[in-house]
Each structure stands twice: as C-alpha cells, then as structure tokens.
C-alpha cells in the first residue's frame, strides 16, 4: 500500500450561505469519509474548487485538514498553478504547514513545451521534502504528460507518484506510484499494480471502493459494475456540480458553487437522485 493510501478522495470544500468556507462541515464530512473507506484526502483540488479559493483560504483549508485530519489518513495538498512561483508559494507553504504530499498539475492556459515542463517540475520539487504527485488530466490542461515525460519526471527527486486522467494512457511508470484519476479507472488500475486512486465517487461509496480494491478479480469486477452508473452521473455536468448535488441528497450539505461554476439543475439534479435511488444512497 503506498504510503498516501489506496482510496484518496479529492474532497469538496462546503460553503455556507455567503459562500465562505464552511470549516465545521468541512471537518464533518472528512470525518464521515474517514469512516467509509479514504484514507486520504486531496484539499483544495479542481474538486475543492480550488481555483476559486484566494491563496489565504486555500491555505487556511490545508492548515485546517491537517490539525482535524482523521487519525490513519494523509492530507495532499493541492499546489498546481501555471504559474511555476505561485506553485512553488504553495509547495514551500504546504509543506511547513506539514501536508503530507502536494499534487502539482502544470500546462494550462500557457501551455509550456516539454522542456518548461520539466524546469517547472524541478523547482518546484526543490522546495520540499514530501512526495510530490503528478497530475496529468489533459482535458483541463490541454497538454499531456505522456508515459515517456512521466518517466522523465520520475527522475527528479521527491517526484513520487501521478494522478493519471488520461485513462488511455494508464500504465505502470517506473519510479512513479500511479493512482487512477477517474473513478471508473480505478479497477483497472489495482489490476496492473497501480497505487490506488484520486476519487470523487468515494464521497458516496468509499467502502465499496476500498472492497474493490483489495477483493478478487471477479469481485473486483462485480463491484465495478454495479457503480458504472454512478461514475457516469458524476460526469453528467463539469466536476464538482454533481457530487455536490449528491452528497445534499446524500444528507450531507455541502453548500453550493463559488462562479463561474452553477448548481446542477432540474434535469440533473433528477437524473442523480434516480442513480443514487437505485443505489440506496438517499438520505
């Protein structure tokens, strides 16, 4: 098992009415999540809706995640920015803070070539002693760190592991743990060895993903099957519109989304009940 955990949950960041950081809903629900199944957290990701978080509330959120975090569980810190000093801020800062590792996701809007990302990488893993994660989604980057790049980034210290999102692309990197970046890759990763995964779905059946991945290969799969259905309706409209949804008809408000990002909507809303219905996850 890596020293992250297996099932890492990208948690959402609750907001009250004014939409500031709800701290005392944050700290329930990573208590709940502890309780079923995670063994660690990414705070203040794309799920956290870190981009719309100020550097002062971000960091208040880690600090917060690491004195409350559950006994047995680790806190990742996202530090990913295009801009390589804003992510190094946020390295060196988390890092005192005393994250247990930080996700570093590089390439949007600027777009470097592969040699920018490569110095990027390096100066920023200069700035710390913990594990630094990899994220390649190329979906919100519009770059890819393909296999040979990743193997590449192994190569410098304290680079440890990657959140893969490019499904296609999911393999084994030497000197690299590989966790799957969607949930529906997750079975697929525990079969070729990976570390585990960076999830959303774990928000509502953590203890059935943390079965999946230590069951047999036909339970593996079983368990697989039957939540397809909830890995497509968390897709049904951008990340994290439907789990926060699902976790308020889950029984565990979470408060809405800072803009540009919108509450889902009648038909959303109604196609992730009926999901979570046939599941029994109903609040």
């Known amino acids: 098992m890596s020293e992250l955990g297996t099932i890492i949950t990208a948690i959402v960041t609750p907001?009250?009415?004014?939409?500031?950081?709800?701290?005392?809903?944050?700290?329930?629900?990573?208590?709940?999540?502890?309780?079923?199944?995670?063994?660690?957290?990414?705070?203040?990701?794309?799920?956290?809706?870190g981009s719309t978080l100020s550097d002062e509330e971000h960091l208040a959120l880690v600090e917060l995640a690491i004195r409350e975090k559950p006994a047995g569980t680790t806190i990742i810190a996202n530090a990913g920015s295009n801009d390589t000093r804003h992510s190094l801020y946020l390295t060196e800062r988390a890092t005192e803070l005393g994250a247990d590792a930080t996700l570093n996701v590089v390439g949007y809007y600027n777009r470097p070539n592969r040699r920018g990302i490569v110095q990027h990488y390096r100066t920023v893993a200069a700035a710390t002693d913990k594990p630094i994660v990899l994220y390649n989604i190329p979906t919100r980057t519009t770059l890819n760190l393909d296999p040979e790049l990743l193997a590449e980034?192994?190569?410098?210290?304290?680079?440890?592991?990657?959140?893969?999102?490019?499904?296609?692309?999911?393999?084994?990197?030497?000197?690299?743990?590989?966790?799957?970046?969607?949930?529906?890759?997750?079975?697929?990763?525990?079969?070729?060895?990976?570390?585990?995964?960076?999830?959303?779905?774990?928000?509502?059946?953590?203890?059935?993903?943390?079965?999946?991945?230590?069951?047999t290969p036909q339970r593996r799969a079983?368990?697989?099957?039957?939540?397809?259905?909830?890995?497509?309706?968390?897709?049904?409209?951008?990340?994290?519109?439907?789990?926060?949804?699902?976790?308020?008809?889950?029984?565990?408000?979470?408060?809405?989304?800072?803009?540009?990002?919108?509450?889902?909507d009648d038909d959303e809303r109604a196609q992730i009940r009926a999901v979570l219905d046939g599941l029994g996850l109903l609040a």
Do not use: C, W
């Open 15 to 49: 907001f009250d009415a004014e939409y500031r950081v709800d701290e005392a809903a944050f700290v329930d629900l990573m208590r709940h999540l502890a309780d079923h199944g995670s063994d660690g957290f990414v705070v203040a990701g794309t799920t956290g809706e």
């Open 153 to 215: 980034l192994a190569q410098i210290d304290n680079v440890s592991a990657v959140k893969q999102a490019n499904t296609a692309e999911l393999q084994l990197i030497d000197g690299l743990e590989v966790f799957a970046g969607n949930d529906d890759a997750l079975a697929r990763a525990i079969e070729i060895g990976g570390a585990g995964g960076i999830l959303v779905a774990s928000h509502l059946v953590g203890d059935q993903l943390a079965e999946l991945a230590t069951a």
């Open 222 to 264: 079983e368990i697989d099957a039957s939540l397809q259905d909830l890995y497509a309706v968390l897709g049904v409209t951008v990340n994290p519109i439907p789990v926060k949804a699902a976790l308020e008809l889950a029984g565990h408000p979470v408060g809405g989304l800072r803009l540009p990002l919108v509450e889902a």
